[in-house]
């Protein structure tokens, strides 16, 4: 983190938080009105996993090291890279 910061002058974050619970941007140089689009579609699908699958696989994924995410995401790409091989035999 920079010593201070431009506007509050602070030198910590909560110095900062406290700044900003008493003040707003409007009290520091012009505003200019912006417009942009927001695409709030997620890029993430989430989808259920049964208790006690997701233990067994909370597991495995400590024990190699890595998040229960990237162990599922790498699980299910395998199988799709075997169906895929397949539906092309």
Do not use: C
């Amino acid at each position: 983190m920079p010593s201070k910061t431009p506007i509050s002058k602070a030198g910590t974050y909560q110095e900062i938080g406290a700044f900003w619970d008493e003040h707003d941007a409007t009290e520091f140089g012009e505003q200019t009105e912006v417009k942009f689009d927001v695409n709030i579609k997620s890029q993430r699908k989430y989808y259920p996993v049964d208790g006690y699958l997701s233990l067994k696989m909370r597991q495995i994924a400590e024990e190699r090291g890595i998040s229960e995410e990237t162990l599922l995401n790498l699980w299910v790409q395998e199988k799709l890279n075997q169906v895929s091989t397949q539906q092309k035999v």
